[in-house]
Protein backbone atom coordinates (compact mmCIF):
# COMPACT_ATOMS: atom_id res chain seq x y z
CA UNK A 1 0.00 0.00 0.00
CA UNK A 2 1.52 3.52 -0.72
CA UNK A 3 -1.04 5.83 0.61
CA UNK A 4 -3.57 4.66 3.39
CA UNK A 5 -5.89 6.58 4.37
CA UNK A 6 -8.27 6.41 7.38
CA UNK A 7 -10.40 8.10 9.93
CA UNK A 8 -13.56 8.20 8.56
CA UNK A 9 -16.98 7.63 9.47
CA UNK A 10 -20.15 8.81 10.64
CA UNK A 11 -20.79 12.00 12.35
CA UNK A 12 -23.83 14.25 13.35
CA UNK A 13 -23.56 17.50 11.91
CA UNK A 14 -21.39 19.81 13.81
CA UNK A 15 -19.14 17.20 14.81
CA UNK A 16 -15.47 16.68 13.78
CA UNK A 17 -13.38 13.98 12.22
CA UNK A 18 -9.78 13.61 11.82
CA UNK A 19 -8.50 11.52 8.73
CA UNK A 20 -5.15 10.27 8.90
CA UNK A 21 -3.16 9.17 5.42
CA UNK A 22 0.10 7.32 5.71
CA UNK A 23 2.52 7.38 2.80
CA UNK A 24 5.37 4.42 2.20
CA UNK A 25 8.44 5.11 0.61
CA UNK A 26 9.48 8.43 -0.83
CA UNK A 27 6.08 9.63 -1.50
CA UNK A 28 5.28 12.74 -0.49
CA UNK A 29 1.77 13.21 0.71
CA UNK A 30 0.09 16.69 0.71
CA UNK A 31 -3.22 16.84 -0.09
CA UNK A 32 -6.88 16.11 0.51
CA UNK A 33 -9.64 15.75 -2.53
CA UNK A 34 -12.90 14.69 -2.16
CA UNK A 35 -15.78 13.62 -4.11
CA UNK A 36 -19.65 13.37 -3.23
CA UNK A 37 -22.09 10.83 -5.07
CA UNK A 38 -22.57 12.78 -8.60
CA UNK A 39 -20.28 15.52 -8.41
CA UNK A 40 -16.24 15.88 -9.82
CA UNK A 41 -13.44 14.70 -7.02
CA UNK A 42 -12.32 18.70 -5.94
CA UNK A 43 -9.47 19.51 -3.84
CA UNK A 44 -10.34 19.88 -0.25
CA UNK A 45 -7.14 21.22 1.24
CA UNK A 46 -3.36 21.40 0.22
CA UNK A 47 0.16 21.27 1.67
CA UNK A 48 2.09 21.31 -0.33
CA UNK A 49 3.42 24.39 1.06
CA UNK A 50 3.10 23.85 4.57
CA UNK A 51 3.23 27.02 6.01
CA UNK A 52 0.65 28.32 3.31
CA UNK A 53 -1.67 25.64 3.12
CA UNK A 54 -4.59 25.94 0.92
CA UNK A 55 -8.19 25.27 1.08
CA UNK A 56 -11.48 25.27 -0.84
CA UNK A 57 -13.58 27.84 0.39
CA UNK A 58 -16.15 25.52 1.11
CA UNK A 59 -13.86 24.35 4.27
CA UNK A 60 -12.07 27.56 5.12
CA UNK A 61 -12.22 28.07 8.93
CA UNK A 62 -13.41 24.20 9.70
CA UNK A 63 -10.75 22.02 8.25
CA UNK A 64 -7.25 22.08 9.07
CA UNK A 65 -4.68 20.51 6.98
CA UNK A 66 -1.31 19.31 8.76
CA UNK A 67 1.87 17.15 7.89
CA UNK A 68 3.86 14.86 10.50
CA UNK A 69 7.42 14.67 8.14
CA UNK A 70 8.75 11.85 10.60
CA UNK A 71 6.11 9.96 9.93
CA UNK A 72 5.17 10.79 6.52
CA UNK A 73 1.57 11.51 7.06
CA UNK A 74 -0.90 14.09 6.53
CA UNK A 75 -3.97 14.71 8.20
CA UNK A 76 -7.32 16.93 7.78
CA UNK A 77 -8.93 17.71 11.08
CA UNK A 78 -12.34 18.43 10.32
CA UNK A 79 -14.70 20.48 12.52
CA UNK A 80 -18.68 21.80 12.14
CA UNK A 81 -18.95 19.01 9.79
CA UNK A 82 -21.91 19.96 7.70
CA UNK A 83 -24.12 17.38 5.48
CA UNK A 84 -22.76 18.64 2.40
CA UNK A 85 -19.02 17.51 3.44
CA UNK A 86 -20.31 14.11 3.12
CA UNK A 87 -17.83 12.65 0.28
CA UNK A 88 -15.35 9.95 0.12
CA UNK A 89 -11.86 11.39 0.92
CA UNK A 90 -8.75 10.73 -0.56
CA UNK A 91 -5.24 11.49 0.15
CA UNK A 92 -3.24 12.46 -2.65
CA UNK A 93 0.84 12.37 -3.19
CA UNK A 94 3.69 12.83 -5.51
CA UNK A 95 7.13 11.12 -5.86
CA UNK A 96 8.65 12.71 -9.03
CA UNK A 97 6.40 13.23 -11.77
CA UNK A 98 4.70 10.24 -10.21
CA UNK A 99 0.99 10.74 -8.67
CA UNK A 100 -1.13 8.66 -6.21
CA UNK A 101 -3.74 8.26 -4.47
CA UNK A 102 -5.04 6.46 -1.34
CA UNK A 103 -8.07 4.00 -1.70
CA UNK A 104 -10.64 6.66 -0.15
CA UNK A 105 -12.35 6.95 2.81
CA UNK A 106 -15.55 7.36 3.72
CA UNK A 107 -16.93 10.38 5.41
CA UNK A 108 -20.62 10.85 6.00
CA UNK A 109 -22.50 13.68 8.13
CA UNK A 110 -26.21 13.48 9.17
CA UNK A 111 -28.56 16.09 9.85
Known amino acids: VQLQASGGGLVQAGGSLRLSCAASGDILPWAWYRQAPGKQRELVASAINTRRPIYADSVKGRFTISRDNAKNTIYLQMNSLKPEDTAIYFC?????????WGQGTQVTVSS
Open 92 to 100: YGTLGVSDY
